[in-house]
């Protein structure tokens, strides 16, 4: 008996993106990083300095699913915590020269996953696909208030 195919995008969306995220943990953990930590590595690279609550923020996690992974990525020696100088009782986050190091190997293993996952797509069909997705994505943030 054939399987009914399940008829909700989402589901599948969040299957294919947990198997990436899966897949590309595997190479990532020999660079010495885990998918879970890009989203914060990425922000401070380009922010250089950013609060807890800004990287859970963006992350789209809780702050305390942000402060464990900070803890982890601080004893690893990816990020380090330094004085607020705007508010004394405040720490921001900052990227270390190892985790600068290791993000250009992390970058190019990402993007050499994305061209696996795409293959056999045209570009017009990469660029109708990017664009139904920001389509959901701006409903679901609508959803959501933010």
Known sequence: MT??????PLKLLGRIARGFTRIADIDLREAGLAAGQLPVLVSLKKSKAL???ELA????VEQPSMAQLLTRMER???VERVDDPADKRSRLISLTPLA???LPKARALMEA???QALAGFSEAEVDQLL??????????ERMGGG
Do not use: K
């Open 76 to 78: 690893d020696g990816l």
């Open 51 to 53: 609060s807890q609550a």
């Open 100 to 102: 600068a190091r290791r």
């Open 3 to 8: 399987e009914v195919p399940d008829r909700n």
């Open 131 to 140: 664009e139904l997705l920001q389509r959901i994505n701006a409903n679901v």
């Open 57 to 60: 923020r963006i992350a789209q």
């Open 113 to 115: 996953h994305t061209q």
